[in-house]
Antibody, heavy 119, light 114 residues
Framework: QVQLVESGGGVVQPGRSLRLSCAASGFIFSTYGMHWVRQAPGKGLEWVAVIWSDGNNKYYTDSVKGRFTVSRDNSKNTLYLQMNSLRAEDTAVYFC????????????WGQGTLVTVSS | QSVLTQPPSVSGAPGQRVTISCTGSSSNIGAGYNVHWYQQLPGTAPKLLIYGDNNRPSGVPDRFSGSKSGTSASLAITGLQAEDEADYYCQSYDNSLSGSSRYVFGTGTKVTVL
């Protein structure tokens, strides 16, 4: 069965960095686009970034451009999100999600990992 | 800021029918992009409920249905049950050059079963 397991969250000071990981299993990871979606405490869902299956195309929401980098290692079935220059407003649960090919929908989600940016 | 607008809350008694609207624009729903719906139970990850405007993944009860017209979409829940109490989000794709997001979510709607 499809499984996505995030890790790497925690408490970090403003301006510092953090790297999230998402370990995938139960499907051919290298054939799917993968996303990061976040949810601030008590708020709605916000799309953060996508990386296409081959890793050659990446897109970000404006608020993280230049600070966050999405990457993947298809040999390790793992998705990453490198977050630099973190701000208080980046505090959220970060979910990784799989995009069903061509449909733009997220058919499987991880359980999420909490990132808290605070001094 | 969300590009798709939903009512903050809807409620209904068990067995009733409730609908949730999702209003977009010509750069997303109105451009013909599919609308998808997610259910998020408290403290859990979102779950795909409806994809491609009106299709249910395996295992989703047929009490849930989706529709789309113009720049809006709707989710209907018939025969409302206590376990349907959750947050619901619509989602689509946006091709606006000035937009900050390619994949867009609705503002979210809390469904309360009275």
């Amino acid at each position: 069965q499809v499984q996505l397991v995030e890790s790497g969250g925690g408490v970090v000071q403003p301006g510092r960095s953090l790297r999230l990981s998402c370990a995938a299993s139960g499907f051919i990871f290298s054939t799917y686009g993968m996303h990061w979606v976040r949810q601030a405490p008590g708020k709605g869902l916000e799309w953060v970034a996508v990386i296409w299956s081959d890793g050659n195309n990446k897109y970000y929401t404006d608020s993280v451009k230049g600070r966050f980098t999405v990457s993947r290692d298809n040999s390790k079935n793992t998705l990453y999100l490198q977050m630099n220059s973190l701000r208080a407003e980046d505090t959220a649960v970060y979910f990784c999600a799989r995009e069903e090919s061509g449909g733009h929908e997220f058919d499987y989600w991880g359980q999420g990992t909490l990132v808290t940016v605070s001094s | 800021q969300s590009v798709l607008t939903q009512p903050p809350s809807v409620s209904g008694a068990p067995g009733q029918r409730v609908t949730i609207s999702c209003t977009g624009s010509s750069s997303n729903i109105g451009a013909g992009y599919n609308v998808h719906w997610y259910q998020q139970l408290p403290g859990t990850a979102p779950k795909l409920l409806i994809y491609g405007d009106n299709n249910r993944p395996s295992g989703v009860p047929d009490r849930f249905s989706g529709s789309k017209s113009g720049t809006s979409a709707s989710l209907a829940i018939t025969g409302l049950q206590a376990e349907d109490e959750a947050d619901y989000y619509c989602q689509s794709y946006d091709n606006s050059l000035s937009g900050s997001s390619r994949y867009v979510f609705g503002t979210g709607t809390k469904v309360t079963v009275l």
